[in-house]
């Protein structure tokens, strides 16, 4: 019995001697152990905090938004968990928790957390927004200004074809819509272009990718702050507020926790929200359009979604089309990028040669067409004022086979069949401007702005070469 208490006296010590904050309470939720690292993390003294209730220590807790206690009800441990609340002193703290159940005999007598201080990035990060917000007031995607529409998706396989018709039939009403695809397949242009559509098209488009901001920032970025409710709060909305009447844009949803899911499925069921540390409950009229990476249903099964948020925010299901499951989109998407840049760039680049387009056509697209516009960007950066042939020799050493020769090798192997120079960009522009009316089903001014010419240059053109 004496070496018994030797080993909890010497565990003890360790544990009031560690780094990481360390708080244990029993099954009732009442403090038996908090170390020196938890007290400066909280900024209590551990005579405040023995015997007393978590509930008297911590008000703002509840078994939603706290792991502790969390794992009281589950029994499950948590693993590396980001937890944002306000003590009693009105301080905030935010750290990233481990907590697990205390069993003994099979019954369960307690909880650990053990918990990692990450109050000053958190607090630094937050007076970074806060600042940002004061020098820049007007967002880039403010109520009116038009970014991205259906003109702006290119692309004619019948897998991309079906998602914009999905997309289309979407902007009739306000119903959350839920797209998965891969990254960098254009997620966002599908949102801005049911939003630009719909009847909100004159409300806000507030966009957000949900793993790019600290977990422990997302819920006061989406929700708001309410001054006073910890120390430097300030009055501040979040984006439901900002988008009132028009649509949020949620990307990476996945990547909240399962809290904060929490939190967003109860504001989407009632249409109101409440700021962080705020008693007022704020009606919002916004619509949500959310994104995955992965299949939803994946997610779900790995616990990583939750299931009643994805019932809610999956009423209308949109899947857009990775860059391999749509290689043959790629020539149309090449010349759509080469005539961007060409403005942007100030460059007179004609085409991509063949030999360009079939390895890009065989290289496996992990980045999608976002990573082709980068390399059509970065190979128009190479192209000298004289080129007008984006070639192989413009792309970077990874993806190129060889040295690509031109223009000796192009003449050979494709004026051969051909008058003469001008014969052969005929024959190139009247089959572009062939696939762009078939794209817009015959529309004329639709393919002519995306061509970037004159509605009545494009009929001139349609007359020479004879298309209908």
Partial sequence: MKQCEILVDASRDILSNIEEGVHIVDVAGITVFYNRAMEVIEGLREEMVMGRHLEDLYPEWTEMNST???VLKTRREIINQEQTYVNFNGKRISTVNSTYPIFHEGTLVGAVEIARDQTVVTDMSQKIMDLQQRLLPESPKKEGKKTYSFESLVGRTPEFLKAIALARRATRSSSSVLIDGDTGTGKELFAQSIHYESKRKHKPFVAQNCAAIPETLLESLLFGTSKGSFTGA?????LFEQADGGTLFLDEINSMSPHLQAKLLR???ENYVRRVGGSKDIPVDVRIISAVNEDPLSLIEKGILRKDLYYRINVIALHVPNLKERREDIPILVDTFIREFNQTLDKDVWMASDLLIATLLDYDWVGNVRELKNFVESAMNMIDEEEHVMTLNHMPSYLSRGEEIVPVTWRVDHLKE???????LKHQEKAII???????????????EDLGLSRQNLQYKMRVYDLK
């Fill in 267 to 269: 504001v989407l069921q």
């Fill in 68 to 70: 502790i206690l969390t």
């Fill in 434 to 448: 062939q696939g762009y009316l078939k794209f817009h089903r015959g529309n004329i001014s639709r393919a002519s």
């Fill in 418 to 424: 051909f008058e003469s120079l001008s014969a052969y």
């Fill in 234 to 238: 300030m009055d501040r909305p979040g």
